[in-house]
Nanobody
Framework: QVQLVESGGGWVQPGGSLRLSCAAS????????MSWYRQAPGKEREYVAR????????NYADSVKGRFTISRDNAKNTVYLQMNSLKPEDTAVYYC????????WGQGTQVTVSS
């Protein structure tokens, strides 16, 4: 079955960086678009970034454009989210999503940005 396991979250001070990873299994990773979403306390889940099967520069929400970079390694079945210049408003649980069928989600990883 499809499994997505996120890692790399944690606490960081404003201006810092984190790199999230999402290890995928149970489907043909190289053929599918992958996305990152996030959900802050009391808010709805929101789109962050997307990368198509062949890779490339990806698409981004305006709120993270220029600070976050999505990438993928099809040999490792892993998608990444490099987050730089982090702000307190980036605090959220970050989810990986496989754009497959109705969509499959990971369990999420907490990112906290505070001083």
């Amino acid at each position: 079955q499809v499994q997505l396991v996120e890692s790399g979250g944690g606490w960081v001070q404003p201006g810092g960086s984190l790199r999230l990873s999402c290890a995928a299994s149970g489907f043909t990773f190289s053929r599918n678009t992958m996305s990152w979403y996030r959900q802050a306390p009391g808010k709805e889940r929101e789109y962050v970034a997307r990368i198509f099967s062949a890779g490339g520069s990806g698409n981004y929400a305006d709120s993270v454009k220029g600070r976050f970079t999505i990438s993928r390694d099809n040999a490792k079945n892993t998608v990444y989210l490099q987050m730089n210049s982090l702000k307190p408003e980036d605090t959220a649980v970050y989810y990986c999503k496989a754009e497959l069928g109705w969509g499959y989600w990971g369990q999420g990883t907490q990112v906290t940005v505070s001083s």
